[in-house]
């Protein structure tokens, strides 16, 4: 079983709309949890992290974390072409960060 | 944010020869920072963890003396892929953390080993 599990899509969603990702993670140890969004041959760009169970809220984006089922999620709102990217879910443990496979997100004008 | 560069952003060489990529904290020190490999569609990989004034931890199947890091200051590491190989074409990033929480990446090197 790997270590954090995310749904490498492709998702593809109109403009407008609200996107759910998630991802689930297998150790109860880990502590932090954090949201990248990477453009293609970019490297990765912190967007949120949190932790503690509960959501945090940042603009159009929303961190939720529940670590009694050890899930993760972001929500976008009012979703832009310019969120079109892949959205890496990372949780952090003794200072290492191990990464979801990410999703791919296409926003549709 | 604090910011990461890494240099180059991309290379091309032969294969059997070795190609050094720079990544530097530019506003920030850091004892500590990370290399990842991300192969196309994949996400990233940690390969090991460059450590200022000692030798760097590697991950497990990672190959030491393939991959040389050397952790020259508090602003700079450096990989080297020695007698780089077709398989060694990947998109390698670097991150350094700046609290015990966060990590900011660098724009990556993309190589390509012919």
């Known amino acids: 079983q790997k270590e954090v599990e995310q749904d490498p899509g492709p998702l593809s969603v109109p403009e407008g709309a609200i996107v759910s990702l998630n991802c689930t993670y297998s150790n109860s140890a880990f502590q932090y949890f954090m949201w990248y969004r990477q453009y293609s041959r970019k490297g990765p760009e912190l967007l949120m992290y949190?932790?503690?169970?509960g959501n945090k809220e940042d603009g159009r984006f929303t961190a939720q974390v529940d670590k009694s089922s050890k899930y993760i999620s972001l929500f976008i709102r009012d979703s832009q072409p310019s969120d079109s990217a892949t959205y890496l879910c990372a949780i952090q443990g003794a200072q290492k960060l191990v990464f979801g496979q990410g999703t791919r997100l296409t926003i549709n004008p | 944010g604090a910011v990461v560069s890494q240099h180059p952003s991309w290379v091309i060489c032969k294969s059997g020869t070795s190609v050094k990529i720079e990544c530097r904290s530019l506003d920030f020190q850091a004892t500590t920072m990370f290399w990842y490999r991300q192969f196309p569609k994949q996400s990233l990989m940690l390969m090991a963890t460059s450590n200022e004034g000692s030798k760097a931890t590697y991950e497990q199947g990672v190959e030491k003396d393939k991959f040389l890091i050397n952790h020259a200051s508090l602003t700079l590491s450096t990989l080297t892929v020695t007698s780089a190989h077709p398989e060694d074409s990947s998109f390698y990033i670097c991150s350094a953390p700046v609290a015990t929480d966060t990590q900011y990446f660098g724009p990556g090197t993309r190589l390509t080993v012919l």
């Open positions: 949190t932790y503690s169970s």
